[in-house]
């Protein structure tokens, strides 16, 4: 079973019970932090058909996403954009407990669905936009993956050379299947690309452009971008894993990405978010050049909370990815989360997370 499904099922079958025992009343001294930034990615309504774990993860209800945003207010933490807190933490502004919800990519339905919830509770949010998708030239290949292994229960790919075969029947089947592929195709990113993605799909009868018009249109870019709530960041143009690229084109995915929304929405674009942002994909080469291009802060997906060091950490800030298999179970999990429980977790009890 791979490392990230396992972590997954051990959280969501733990979750309930170390909310009930208040655990977080324990750890938030050490790991609470003076605040935390929410990783998301789509927000859709619950889909009764078949679903891969690794890909309906990465969704919450608006539901959900409302109940949350209520949660944190009941709770006294402070909901803030991203320049409050890159003021919180520059000692521009006083400090105080808060949250940052940032969702990445720039799928539709941070506008058709989360959008209106943000706007109901008057409450700001950050999409990081990859600004390939709405350029309708990033392929967002998890999809295509979830697509192919519920349709093949006795899925082969002839892989340069090899032949691979995965047994599909099975939950646990898919779930590793994806993990193998998922390391194909990210480590062809420096190379092949796009041949790989067609290696992999194509002789299966799927189409690697099938979702390339996922994400939302430019005119709804703009439209998000005019209210005082919405902070439009950067998340590189074509949604790469930047470690893998040669410098120069680490570089410009960097630049290009923020060039290209600025023009687009005519205001600054002062944040960035690393594609996927494990220390797999971003390190002190891809930190240094996003300081380089002038933007105010970055983040990366590494699982911990922020805390007044961070101020010397600007552009390798952590996030909590939030999952909507584990957060499923109802808002009280974010204790969980505001208190440092599985952020400490998740990365080995280190406080203080950058690199």
Not at 304 to 309: G, K, L, T, V
């Amino acid at each position: 079973m791979n490392w990230n499904t396992l972590k997954r099922r051990i959280a969501r079958n733990t979750c309930g019970a170390l909310v009930n025992a208040r655990f977080d009343q324990l750890t938030r001294p050490f790991f609470g932090g003076i605040g935390h930034i929410l990783n998301f990615h789509n927000v859709l309504p619950r889909s009764r058909r078949p679903r891969l774990s690794s890909v309906s993860a990465l969704e919450v209800t608006p539901e959900w996403l409302e109940d949350s945003i209520g949660w944190y207010r009941a709770n006294n933490v402070e909901i803030v954009s991203l320049d409050e807190m890159h003021a919180i933490l520059s000692g521009e502004a006083p400090v105080r407990e808060f949250v940052v919800y940032t969702f990445d990519d720039g799928f539709e339905d941070n506008y058709s669905y989360a959008w209106p919830v943000f706007r109901r509770c008057r409450a700001p949010f950050t999409v990081y936009l990859a600004a390939g998708f709405p350029d309708r030239n990033v392929i967002p290949w998890w999809k295509l993956i979830e697509d192919l292994t519920l349709a093949s229960p006795d899925l082969r790919v002839a892989f340069n050379g090899r032949d691979l075969r995965f047994d599909c029947s099975t939950a646990p089947g898919r779930e590793s299947a994806f993990y193998v592929l998922r390391s194909l195709i990210l480590d062809s990113c420096g190379g092949d690309y796009e041949g790989t993605l067609r290696q992999i799909f194509e002789p299966n009868g799927i189409d690697v452009h099938r979702y390339n018009g996922a994400g939302m249109s430019w005119k709804q870019v703009r439209e998000l971008s005019v209210d005082p709530l919405v902070t439009i960041g950067a998340h590189s143009v074509h949604h790469l894993p930047l470690s893998k690229l040669r410098t120069a084109e680490m570089e410009s995915e960097i630049a290009m990405s923020r060039q290209r929304i600025e023009a687009q929405i005519g205001k600054p674009v002062d944040h960035f978010s690393f594609p996927f942002g494990s220390s797999a994909e971003a390190g002190s080469r891809e930190f240094d050049a996003v300081k380089a291009a002038g933007y105010k802060s970055a983040v990366t997906t590494r699982a911990a909370n922020i805390f007044p060091e961070h101020s010397g950490h600007l552009f390798c800030l952590p996030r909590n990815l939030i999952s909507g298999e584990r957060e499923g179970l109802n808002t009280e999990i974010l204790r969980l989360w505001i208190g440092g429980v599985i952020p400490a977790l998740e990365n080995g009890f280190h406080r203080v997370v950058t690199a």
